[in-house]
């Protein structure tokens, strides 16, 4: 059965990469990249990038510039065309990411015809002009070495500051929120510290991610000063605990969508994954952190 | 305004040393419960909920009063026997624990009524009353860094006290215990606490 996920996952994804090397010189959206292989779009990023080790702009960039030290060595169009092609404003623009890759100027590239363009990720997706893909390995940041319990999770009521810009920066509503939450008695006993990250940040520029602080709260609470009051959906999560530094977040994030969820037999359901927090940034070395990270499944 | 660490502030205090060396704590202020019985049974992890519970509270309502930010420092605990023995030698049952946070001199014991008061109006244990603020001196101790599980101590407690034969110091039978490591996560075999045992003078 697992084989049979992995399979389906790989050949998904598979229909998306040949998508991407059809369209290259599309705009091409995320909903539009799910929608091709049946996802949904909430999360297909997070899988994209999990089993391909690099974002789909990273990708559709990079098969671009291999397209053009293709057609500089194989065709007789300019270099301004081959330019604006690639999707670059102008050649020197182009000339300039050109030689930060390969060392040399396009025009050298294209005089030396037994130059190939270098290998410059571990991806084994590379642009191609007569073949497809059929199948991939998926990419592995490190042995997959994790954790996952599968739970049912109650609605959770908390209170919460939401904070619009990089992750990162997140302090200050967490400060809003366990100041406004402290006189009234609800910090502390069994109150979690819930974090809710809106966006892929792979995607979303870092002043629009959106991130909400939340305290579970009791029942009766209806919000106070800039705390407001919300429910987290329950439902069927993926449950995995992150040891460390909240920096290396991603690359745990990475990996249950990229490998654990892809070898899975579950789909990510279209809900926003949270973080609880089991201890105390402030006076807990980096290292001794322990975050637990809930991935919102469907249901068959 | 800068935030206060008093853990970092009072980095001598809490030397984490591999052998045992001799240091000397000066009277502070920590905020604290206690109670008789073993560590780990349900009246004591309640007393360190209480206290944490009061330590966030009162560090919060504080901090939203611009009355000042600092970090909550590590969890403390001293533990004796009522009659002055030896603890090995006690039940565990029989044990005395006073359970400490050290905090700013600047925190007042209003705030911890105040902190207790909402605690209790939001159904939290009524635990939280018995949280104080106290003023405590360790003066010159033995300490070292234990690693391991908390029944391990012996080894490491023997260290110390074949230091304290050799260095002609004689310890009382208060044992003390800074928890750097939170038992909820770390497994017992990567557990750091540092131990400490109070001089007699």
Known sequence: MQQQTRKSYLSRMVRVLNYIQDNLDKELTLHELAAEACFSSYHFHRIFSGMLGESVKELVRRLRLERAATQLQTTSKSILEISLDAGYESDMAFSRMFKVKTGLSPSVFRRSLQLRYPCLTQSTIRYVTNERITSFEPFKEKELNMNVIIKEVEDILVGFVRHVGPYQECGQAWDTLCCALAPEGLLGGTAKMIGVSHDDPDVIAPQKLRYDACITVPENFSGIDDVAVKTIAGGLYAMTTHLGSYENLGTTYRQIFGQWLSQSDYESADKPCFEIYLNDPESTAPEDLVTDIYIPLAKD | ?201
């Not at chain 2, 600092?70 to 009659?83: P, Q, T």
């Not at chain 2, 009353?129 to 101590?153: N, P, R, T, W």
Request: net charge neutral.
């Open chain 2, 1 to 201: 305004m800068t935030k206060i660490d008093l853990f970092k502030t009072h980095k001598a205090d809490y030397v984490a040393a591999k052998t045992p060396v001799v240091i000397e704590v000066a009277q502070a202020t920590y905020i604290s419960i206690t109670g008789i019985g073993a560590p780990g049974e349900h009246a004591f992890t309640n007393a360190i909920e209480a206290l944490y519970a009061m330590a966030y509270t009162v560090k919060m309502t504080r901090k939203k009063n611009n009355q000042g930010d600092y970090v909550i420092c590590k969890l403390e605990a001293r533990y004796w026997s009522d009659n002055g023995e030896c603890l090995s030698k006690v039940d565990k049952s029989q044990w005395h624990w006073q359970l400490m946070i050290r905090t700013p001199a600047s925190v007042a014991i209003a705030d911890l009524e105040q902190a207790s008061a909402a605690l209790i109006s939001k159904g939290k244990s009524a635990k939280v009353k018995d949280v104080e603020l106290i003023e405590h001196q360790f003066g010159s101790c033995i300490q070292m860094l234990h690693i391991g599980a908390y029944d391990d101590e012996p080894r490491t407690i023997k260290q110390m006290l074949t230091f304290a034969e050799q260095e002609n110091l004689s310890v009382g039978n208060e044992h003390c215990e800074i928890y750097i490591s939170d038992p909820r996560r770390v497994p017992a075999e990567r557990l750091k606490t540092i131990l400490r045992t109070p001089l007699l003078c």
